[in-house]
């Protein structure tokens, strides 16, 4: 099993380095630090919101809410912002809405005990239209210089890095870890070995908001705008990069390294389609074609025997 | 009698393990055909290839001559019904969905419903079942899901039926009923295949007899003349004392106490008490409400009413993790479900429900972790290409004992054990009662529920009846019987 | 295809031609026609000044993805960027940091903050479009005197462009005080829900006497929703769209105006400005511009204005086709 | 259990209607009411073809953007300004678009074994890009009569979308609960290692009811694109979360072997009758604002409702 999402993550490997070499010798600039370092921060809340997904879907769930928790999050940034907050205090309030949404999809999930992917269905239509309600759907710009620095650079890339290094030594080697890929495989099983499902599964939500109420700052300050707009559809995105990278969509499989990889080839890809072509259009048919060749390729070399449970 | 089925040299290996090694095997028309051997020989993977589940590596398999067709589908066409260990389950349909899926009997492009009620209910009431056919079955237990599955089989004009240790999640009154079918199958000519562990049944039902050992035939012979002892002695190719001889040590102070427990729809105003050095058995029909007892000790259903307690600590209802503080270890019922990980390897199944003991401020420390769990597998004798080989790739007894061996990791001082030794084989249901009763000796005390009487009476020091929810009855060491203990578990009319 | 100018081409703009300039057209939304039609007329200005024409926007309308096709531009070094920014604000700093790579950068169709731009290109502004359009939808459900309830169906509730006209056609309302304003619905750029929302308006309302839709999928849409309710003429709609998608419903009798301007010369307008800007024969203050077969055209402080706003009606819809 | 996804929406459809008629008695008017069920039509049919791909254990979120590539086809072949071709062609080759398009994610979940929600993520993808070059940028703005017909004609006097989404549901329904194919097709969502066991092929029944669900698309397609004169390049854009909340809010369970053609008519009745309900409350122009936010609400009240009384049943 380890040896499968080693050929993984490899293969992913290989598939960016080729990327990255057919893109060289077709046109070097793109290439450059300059080039490189200047598209970066474009990934950086997908990439955010994909440390949580990944733990979350290795338990069988899915958060498919996060974008409107990031729109909710701006929005409250932006009020706080209007009503002459400081800057703070607003994130505060925004990070605190992430958290609070976040736990509240993790209360659905437990309490009821409902499909992650029905709740989150749910409270993705709630929390938007909370967002757009609060605001009027009016926008909010005229951020502070300072506020704005944060979201130019590297501060999501950055934080994105560190929960991967975390992230991936729990999963390797914490409880924790170990829990999260055991909830995946058998949740009956879990809770018959004492284990606290309902908390983990809870607080993996809760991290997913307040990611999610991260995301939502640094997005207002990237794009110098609360609104209530903000990461429609970046779900769709996040889970892309997540699947891509190797995790099992139906739980108790997949690495944060794995995900990495996903969205650095997803990223890579989309900027160097938008870069020779500059269509818009191509990059759905790309994209789309990458994913599901990727995971065809992975799933033609791997294998699995005949007969093991297909999920679902 | 004319042969109905023959292999030739069958040989089947999984990666490098060697399930099946050259055997020669023949079924006669009308005889019923036992199939022994310890956990692991092959009999499941035998099985799997009559059907046509499997594809054999070496060897082939006649039928009435003639090679077997590919496919399980074409088999059972053919005439070979099977329920295997993992009966065929649908749990989302209702039994009669799950009893024709595959071979629906059909007017013109619909289904012929009526056909099927019609058919599944007879079935059943000859199994002596009365079960609501309109239930998905997953909500039915465990042993009805049985009955489900054996009905499936029953429906169908088969020449061959293959039982796969059918009696297991079985209890007692379900058992007769079942051998009752089987012998009236037998005289309409139909031939069985039938496997299980408990050697009282194979002398009951069995013509002959086939003993597998290590994926090899040892021995087909006519069930006259053998006995017990030597059929053991075949199979494990060494003695096996008969009964454990249970020293009962002397019981300390409670460990449990439990008054007044209720869980509506389940079981009533139980109230009994477990001390240290003590095994308790319980025991009841299927629905008694044993495996929802000790759930909810255990913290996995909330009881409603009542009180219980764990070395004078009251446990949470619902709460698994209130149970564990005070010292309760579980080995469920259904260990696919509850009991194991299956795509993990041993070692991690083993420290599941222990990983505290493994682990440094939450930390993992995976030499430790296997060195436990390679104490744990010499222990229990659980045979696997060690301990990081995934528990699916273990025959079934052996995965039951990883799921015990998971339960005992920790030295609990109370174990609740669920049907601890379904499907494992006399040589290591010996060595698991050995086991708990060390444990016991040692201090802790034990609840376990079973359907096997004989393993009751041979494990328990008292034993709890359960009937319908609520305590029937109760039996002391000195009293033990098999009369004495049917009498309480059995509908009072019918213990007459 | 040929409006849409080098897109799709392998000729990366990085690989131009030297001393030919490489000119970006960024529409709100690549796809509909309103936009594609603007392509056309930037197309032939391109091919008029020999320059290269680069025509890419985000399918799905988002801000987000248009900002980061102008920075991955300005990364590239091209040398004009037309932006019709659907979000000012999320345009604006990455309009900004191209200016300061040296990259002209220009508003076409919607404006930005003026230091983020050098100059509009203005067709109309909002307080000019939400004017026309009460007061066409006024005039088309028979005058100042009739009293009634209008509605707006528009695009999504957070559409930053339909949000400023809403504000004006507010505001303008206010002069017919016969006039109410009823619901405002978003379609969320769904025909099929324009269609429906104009169908459970006129039914939930009987005082309700016009729709403003606007957004180029809610028009149509409501049109439609108007016709098969049996209420063409009693219920009024208008809005904005090209002249080839509504050509039906404006000859079937179901709309009587439909306002625009034109868009080809938009196009062409906005390319011809950009280049000028590029070579350096249009200062950004030059009170005029001289724009090929539009011949000059008036500059009012840092607008370029193309001129005034079409009504196409039965009598005057033949004549535009784009 | 047996009721699963119908207690919960029928409550929550019964106060909306009840509240609608209250405030604005229109809102029961037949006319209304036909508009309701015309509007429900093509996202039952295309509900009815997914409730048998998650039944079967898997999923497809591909459909909006099937729909729209279908509408796109459709408009393209038959319309005058574009190919011009005869109506009927266009029919036949959208629903062989439909089928086709289904069948390829049926062979890419069952032969190749990619999980159904990746090879449909990306079908949606890619669908949408195919939709975007084929419309090049520009809108169809006439078809010809011959495919309005499927819009806006009737037979017998019910107008065409309701009749074939009657049918359909019938159909479904006899499909699902009196055939083999369609007892199969939850046996293998219900437990796929047991169906093999069975002899049940499992990956061909998945096959089926991904080519079942893509050509009911392709009906949708046709019973609703019609009906409005003109084809743009958003038509389908959000269709398939719209079908995957009403089918989960109809019951249906998302890990496969349950569900009911009454829960899933449920579903779609509710999400589709919120909108109109909210426009007859005349909320005015703050509604604007509110309306995702009472549509997310009222899909939380009705799957959480519909949990609740499942968890008290069991309980009992
Ligand atoms: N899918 C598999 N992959 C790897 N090994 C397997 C597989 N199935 C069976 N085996 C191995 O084949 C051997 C025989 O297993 P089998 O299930 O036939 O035993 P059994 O006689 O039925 O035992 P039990 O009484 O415990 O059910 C075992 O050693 C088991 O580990
Ligand atoms: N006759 C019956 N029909 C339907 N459901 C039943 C019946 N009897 C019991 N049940 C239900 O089946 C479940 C199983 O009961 P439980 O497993 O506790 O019994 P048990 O005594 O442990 O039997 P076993 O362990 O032998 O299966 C309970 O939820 C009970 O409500
Ligand atoms: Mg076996
Ligand atoms: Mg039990």
Redesign the pocket.
Do not use: R
């Given at each position: 099993m380890r040896r499968l999402i080693a050929t993984h993550e490899a293969g992913l490997a290989a598939l960016l380095a080729a990327l990255l070499v057919a893109a060289w010798r077709t046109d070097p600039a793109f290439v450059s630090w300059r080039v490189q370092s200047g598209l970066l921060p474009q990934i950086g809340e997908t990439a955010l919101l994909a440390v949580p997904m990944t733990l979350i879907v290795i338990t069988g769930g899915i958060d498919l809410s996060v974008g409107s928790v990031m729109a909710l999050a701006s929005v409250l940034f932006g009020l706080g912002f209007r009503s002459g907050w400081p800057v703070e205090a607003c994130a505060a309030a925004a990070l605190a809405a992430g958290l609070l949404c976040g736990a509240l999809n993790g209360w659905f999930v437990t309490r009821f005990r409902v499909h992650p992917l029905i709740v989150t269905l749910g409270t993705m239509s709630a929390f938007r239209g909370l967002a757009e309600g609060v605001s009027a759907a009016r926008p909010v710009s005229g951020f502070p210089d300072t506020f704005l620095r944060i979201g130019q650079g590297w501060t999501a890339v950055g934080l994105f890095a560190a929960l991967t290094l975390a992230g991936t030594a729990v999963l390797a080697r914490h409880v924790l870890g170990r829990r999260i890929y055991g909830i995946g495989l058998g949740e009956s099983a879990a809770r018959a070995s004492g284990w606290n499902v309902d908390r983990l599964k809870a607080s993996l939500y809760a991290f997913s908001g307040l990611m999610a109420g991260v995301a939502g700052v640094l997005f207002t300050a990237r794009r110098n705008t609360a609104k209530a707009d903000v990461g429609a559809g970046i779900e769709l995105e996040v889970v892309t990069a997540v699947v891509l990278g190797g995790t099992s969509i139906f739980g108790g499989r997949g690495t944060l390294v794995g995900t990495a990889l996903g969205l650095a080839v997803l990223h890579e890809v989309r900027q160097f389609v938008g870069w020779r072509w500059s269509n818009d259009v191509l990059n759905l048919v790309v994209v789309g074609a990458l994913l599901i060749g990727a995971v065809t390729l992975n799933g033609v070399i791997s294998r699995r025997p005949a007969g093991s449970v297909e999920g679902g | 009698m004319a042969e109905l089925l023959r292999t030739e040299g069958l040989g089947r290996s999984?990666?490098g393990?060697r399930?099946l090694d050259g055997v020669n095997l023949d079924i006669a028309e009308g005889e019923v055909h036992a199939l022994c051997?310890?956990?692991?020989?092959?009999?499941?993977?035998?099985i799997r290839i009559l059907c046509g589940a499997l594809r054999p590596s070496a060897g082939r398999v006649l039928w009435l001559g003639a090679p077997l067709p590919e496919g399980v589908h074409r088999c059972e066409a053919a005439g070979i019904a099977a329920i295997h260990?993992e009966p065929v389950s649908f749990p989302d349909l209702d039994a009669v969905d799950n009893v024709f899926l595959g071979w629906e009997p059909r007017r013109g492009p619909l289904l012929d419903r009526r056909a099927m009620v019609r058919r599944t209910r007879e079935a059943l009431r000859e199994l002596g079942e009365d079960l609501p056919l309109a239930r998905p079955v997953g909500e039915l237990p465990m042993a009805q899901r049985q009955m489900v599955a054996l009905a499936r089989a029953l429906v169908r004009e088969c020449r061959l039926l293959i039982l796969d240790?059918p009696t297991a999640a079985l209890s007692a009154r379900e058992t007769d009923a079942l051998f009752a079918v089987v012998r009236r199958m037998r005289e309409r000519g139909v031939s069985v295949l039938y496997v299980s562990?408990r050697l009282d049944e194979v002398f009951a039902l069995a013509d002959r007899i086939t003993v597998?050992r290590d994926?090899r035939k040892v021995d087909t012979l006519p069930a006259r003349e053998t006995d017990r002892d030597g059929l053991i002695r075949r199979m494990v190719g060494r003695e096996v004392p008969e009964a454990p001889s249970t020293e009962t040590a002397a019981a300390g102070g409670p460990v449990l106490r439990v008054e007044g427990l209720s869980l509506p729809g389940a079981f009533e105003g139980v109230s009994l008490e477990v001390r240290s050095g003590e095994v308790v058995g319980l025991a009841g029909l299927v629905g008694a409400g044993r495996t929802e007892l000790l759930e909810a000790i255990y913290g996995l259903r909330r009881f409603r009413e009542g009180k219980a307690t764990v070395g004078g600590r009251a446990l949470r209802p619902g709460s698994v993790p209130s149970s564990l503080a005070a010292g309760v270890a579980l080995v469920p019922e259904d260990r696919h479900r509850q009991g194991l990980i299956p795509s993990w390897p041993v070692s991690w199944n083993v420290s599941m429900a222990s990983l505290g003991a493994v682990s440094r401020l939450g930390w993992i420390s995976p030499g430790a972790e296997r060195a436990r769990a390679e104490a744990m597998a010499r222990l229990l004798q659980i045979?696997?290409a060690g301990v990081r080989a995934p528990a699916?790739?273990?025959?079934?007894?052996?995965q039951q004992k990883v799921v015990l061996a998971k339960g005992l990791f920790l030295g609990p001082r109370l174990l609740l054990l669920d049907e601890p030794t379904r499907?494992v084989?006399v040589g290591a249901k010996h060595e698991v009662h050995q086991l708990v009763r060390r444990l016991a000796a040692e201090g802790a005390a034990v609840l376990a529920a079973s359907s096997d009487m004989p393993e009751l009476l041979a494990l328990c020091d008292r034993i709890v009846a359960l009937r319908g929810g609520r305590i029937s009855g109760e039996l002391r060491r000195s009293e033990f019987s098999e009369p004495a203990l049917l009498s309480l578990i059995l509908p009072e009319e019918g213990a007459a | 295809g040929g409006p849409q100018g080098q897109e799709g081409s392998p000729n990366g703009p990085t690989q131009g031609e030297k001393g030919r300039i490489t000119i970006c057209l960024l529409p709100k939304q690549k796809g509909i026609p309103y936009f594609t039609s603007c392509a056309e007329g930037a197309q032939e200005a391109a091919k008029e000044l020999d320059v290269e024409l680069i025509y890419d926007g985000p399918t799905d309308g988002s801000p987000e993805k248009a900002a980061a096709m102008v920075e991955k531009w300005a990364l590239q070094g091209v040398d004009a960027i037309c932006v019709s920014p659907n979000d000012p604000n999320v345009l604006a700093p990455a309009m900004k940091a191209a200016r300061q790579k040296g990259v002209k950068v220009i508003t076409w169709d919607a404006d930005a903050p003026s230091d983020a731009r050098e100059v509009f290109v203005n067709q109309a502004t909002a307080e000019q479009i939400g004017t026309a359009l009460v007061d066409t939808l006024v005039k088309d459900m028979g005058g100042k005197d009739v009293k009634g309830e209008v509605a707006i169906i528009t695009a999504t509730a957070t559409a930053a462009n339909q949000n400023e006209w809403i504000v004006h056609i507010k505001e303008r309302l206010k002069a017919y005080p016969n006039l109410r304003l009823g619901s405002v619905v978003p379609s969320n750029e769904d025909q099929k829900l324009a269609f429906q929302a104009a169908q459970d308006l006129i039914k939930a309302s009987p005082d309700l006497k016009g729709i403003l839709a606007i957004s180029s999928t809610a028009f149509p849409g409501a049109a439609e929703g108007i016709k098969q309710a049996g209420k063409a003429g009693q219920v009024q709609v208008t809005g904005l769209s090209t002249p080839n998608d509504m050509r039906a419903y404006v000859k079937d009798g179901t709309v009587k105006s439909v306002i625009l301007w034109n868009t080809k010369d938009l196009g062409y307008l906005t390319v011809q400005v950009a280049a000028q800007l590029v070579r350096g024969t249009f200062k950004g203050t030059d009170p005029t511009v001289k724009a090929g077969r539009l011949g000059e055209k008036r500059v009012e402080g840092d607008n370029v204005l193309l001129g005034d706003i079409l009504v196409f009606t039965k009598d005057n819809i033949d004549q535009f086709q784009f | 259990m047996r009721l699963r996804g119908v207690p919960g929406p029928a409550l929550v459809l019964a106060l909306l209607c009840a509240l609608a008629t209250a405030i604005n008695p229109a809102f029961l008017s037949p006319r209304n009411l036909t508009d309701l069920m015309l509007a429900a039509a093509p996202t039952l049919i295309a509900a009815c073809g997914l409730m048998l791909v998650v039944a079967s254990g898997e999923i497809d979120i591909s459909i909006g953007s099937l729909l729209g590539l279908c509408a796109a086809v459709a408009g393209t072949l038959s319309s005058p300004d574009r190919l011009g071709l005869p109506p009927s062609l266009a029919v036949a080759a959208t629903l062989a678009l439909g089928l086709g398009v289904g069948l390829l994610n049926g062979v890419l979940v069952s032969l190749v074994r990619v999980p159904s929600i990746i090879v449909t993520l990306g079908m949606l993808s890619v669908l949408k890009g195919a939709n975007e070059l084929l419309m090049g940028g520009k809108w169809i703005t006439r078809l010809p009569d011959g495919l309005r017909a499927w819009g806006t004609g009737s037979v017998l006097g019910v107008p065409v979308p309701i009749a074939a989404c009657a049918a359909v549901v019938a159909l479904t329904w006899l499909l699902a609960n009196r055939t083999a194919w369609g007892r199969r097709v939850f046996a293998v969502g219900s437990n796929a290692d047991s169906a093999r066991l069975a002899g049940i092929p499992v990956g061909r029944t998945k096959l089926a009811a991904f080519g079942l669900a893509g050509l009911l698309v392709a009906l949708a397609t046709l019973v609703s694109v019609p009906r409005l004169s003109l084809v743009d390049s958003g038509v389908g854009v959000g269709f398939e979360l719209l079908v995957v909340t009403c089918v989960v809010v109809g019951g249906v369970s998302i890990r496969g072997g349950t569900g009911t053609i009454l829960g899933v008519v449920l579903g779609v009745l509710l999400l589709s009758s919120v909108r109109t309900v909210l426009i007859f409350l005349q909320l005015g122009e703050s509604s604007l604002y509110w309306e995702r936010a009472i549509q997310g609400a009222l899909i939380l009240a009705a799957v959480m409702g519909d949990a609740a009384g499942r968890r008290r049943e069991a309980r009992a």
């Open positions: - | 999984f990666g393990v399930a051997g310890e956990n692991g020989a092959g009999k499941s993977t035998l260990q240790e562990h597998l994926g045979k696997c699916s790739s273990l025959s079934g007894g052996n499907g084989d | - | -």
